[in-house]
Structures are given as C-alpha cells and as structure tokens.
C-alpha cells in the first residue's frame, strides 16, 4: 500500500508454510526454514551484511499457515533489496552445522510462547 509520508519500502514474502500445514512427522518445519534460510552456505552473513548496509534489517516470522521474510528500507534502495531476498531465498542452503547452531534459539523461541499468557490463550483457542 503506497504512502508518501515516508521515504520507505516493506519487501515481504510470504510463504504458504506453517503449523497448520504440518502433520506430526513433518511438525517445526517451517520454522526451522524460517532459521536456516539466511543461514549457512555462500550467503552466511553477507545477506545480512548488505541489507544492514542498505539501512535495512532482514527479519522473519512463522505463525500457524504462513513464514514471512521481510525487509524495511529507504524506497531508493527497494530494488536491491528485492534482488538480495530473492536470491536467498531461491540458493537457500540448509546445512547440518547451521541447524545445530540455530537449535538453541528455536528452543528459546518455544520456551519464550509457552511463558507467555497471551500465546497460551490462543493456543487454547486453537484447540
């Protein structure tokens, strides 16, 4: 949605991928893909890197039917921006290492939901 009161440009993709889409053999899929796409092979840290330098931050987040990848820049940079994610996204590589270093986080992640009374309420409404 356009808005001219500031100079800036959301990228986003989102992916159809999350809980509601796993079954119990396939359960933390998504999320560890959330962890592992930027993470690992060629683009270790140089994504991160350039998008930082752009005066951006990669995030992601993954809810019960979607993972979303995101960025926030000045809209000057909106096309380097795009081509950096996209590329991620497509030369992704999931590797041992980085999953076993992303473990910890995700752990602190779930323990972090499971503390909070606002996410046990929806998990009860959920269920």
């Known amino acids: 949605k356009e808005s001219r ?4 440009a959301a990228v986003q993709v989102w992916v159809r991928a ?3 889409l796993e ?4 359960s933390g899929t998504a999320h560890v ?3 592992l796409v930027f993470k690992g092979g060629e683009s270790e840290g140089v994504i991160d890197a350039e998008i930082e330098n752009l005066g951006g931050m990669l995030e992601a987040s993954t809810e019960k039917d979607w993972t979303r990848f995101a960025c926030t820049v000045s809209g000057r940079h909106v096309g380097k ?5 996209a590329d991620a996204l497509r030369k992704a590589q999931f590797q041992e290492e980085a999953f076993e270093a992303e473990k910890p986080v995700m752990r602190e992640e ?3 939901i499971q503390l909070s009374p606002t996410s046990t309420l ?3 409404l959920y269920s």
């Open 5 to 8: 009161a500031t100079d800036l």
């Open 18 to 20: 999350g809980g509601f």
């Open 23 to 26: 079954n119990d053999e396939t």
């Open 33 to 35: 893909i959330e962890h």
């Open 81 to 85: 921006v795009i081509t950096v994610v």
């Open 110 to 112: 779930i323990d972090q």
């Open 122 to 124: 929806a998990r009860m």
